[in-house]
């Protein structure tokens, strides 16, 4: 069954530093999500992404935070300059569609951030 | 602001049926889903519910929605040791993202 990868499974990191998380998406899936939980809070979202650019963001996704699609399989999130409040896991997530049948979002494992 | 709340802790012993409540406030959402997150893993999806929906049943999942009262609960029958985890309820906003709830942790007794 196809799924959604992200590497690393674990990043540690000095403040200050910029991360880069990876994510492959499902195949044939084409809206692209980032979510965030910080250990004991909520799952809360990022940014939404399809068709090459940003649908949505939330207040979280500030100018140090950028996505992008390099290629056809691969989408990442980068912190440019990581701050302590930055530690969290962080997942990606799919969809086949964005409203309506198909919409339903597909979660990988997760990349646990450090933030030293 | 939408918001979902959940309780944050259910006991069940094996055998018995477990149910897990979730209250939502956004009237415009949509759909209204259930994942499951077991330790140091990711969010799995569970099953999904379409607001014009009163019940959905798949095979030990039970999802009831109230609209009137915008309440969600997930029966799980027969419950087994495999369903302890965090079971997150999540409703979809009118910008297609996911709203949670701080989930609800199962411990299911022997």
């Known amino acids: 069954e196809p799924e959604v990868t992200q590497t690393p499974s674990h990043q540690v990191t000095q403040m200050g530093q910029e991360v880069i998380l990876r994510c492959v998406p499902i195949?044939?899936?084409?809206?692209f999500y980032w979510y965030r939980q910080i250990l004991g809070q909520k799952v809360e979202f990022l940014v939404s992404?399809?068709?090459?650019?940003?649908?949505?963001k939330s207040e979280i996704f500030d100018d140090q935070f950028s996505v992008e699609r390099p290629d056809g399989s691969n989408f990442t999130l980068k912190i440019r300059s990581t701050k302590l409040e930055d530690s969290a896991m962080y997942f990606c997530?799919?969809?086949?569609?964005?409203?309506?049948?198909?919409?339903?979002?597909?979660f990988g494992p997760g990349t646990r951030l450090t933030v030293l | 602001g939408e918001d979902v709340e959940q309780s944050l802790f259910l006991s069940v012993r094996e055998g018995d049926s477990s149910v897990i409540n979730c209250t939502y406030t956004d009237s415009s959402s949509t759909y209204l889903y259930w994942y499951k997150q077991e330790p140091g893993a990711g969010l799995q999806l569970l099953t999904y519910?379409?607001?014009?929906?009163d019940m959905k049943q798949d095979q030990r999942l039970t999802v009831l929605l109230n609209k009137k009262d915008k309440h969600l609960s997930l029966r799980i029958a027969d419950t087994q040791t495999g369903d302890s985890a965090i079971y997150f309820c999540a409703e979809m906003d009118s910008s297609y993202k996911l709203i949670f709830g701080s989930g609800t942790r199962l411990l299911v007794r022997p």
């Open positions: 997530a799919s969809s086949e569609a964005g409203q309506g049948r198909n919409n339903e979002q597909f």
């Open positions: 195949s044939n899936h084409l809206y």
């Open positions: 519910i379409f607001s014009n929906m």
């Open positions: 992404f399809y068709n090459n650019e940003i649908s949505e």
